[in-house]
């Protein structure tokens, strides 16, 4: 499943070389190692803490992945 993408939002790098795919459909944030390895996925749907209900945009900060929920 981690190849499969569904209402991808802006992908973007980290400073680390990491790619970071947020996806808005499913609420998750994808980090992927440089060789293209799934290494975590953060978040998913839901109106908890560290969920999503309308992942609008992603971005990093230094080392951080900051996130805006609409």
């Excluded at 569904?6 to 609420?27: A, D, E, I």
């Amino acid at each position: 499943m981690a190849q499969e993408f569904f209402g991808v939002v802006t992908p973007f790098l980290l400073p680390s070389g990491r790619v970071v795919v947020p996806m808005n459909l499913t609420g998750e944030i994808r980090v992927f190692s440089t060789a293209g390895d799934l290494l975590v996925t953060l978040g998913g749907y839901g109106e908890g803490p560290g969920e999503f209900r309308e992942l609008g945009a992603a971005w990093p900060r230094g080392d951080t992945i900051e996130a805006f929920d609409g």
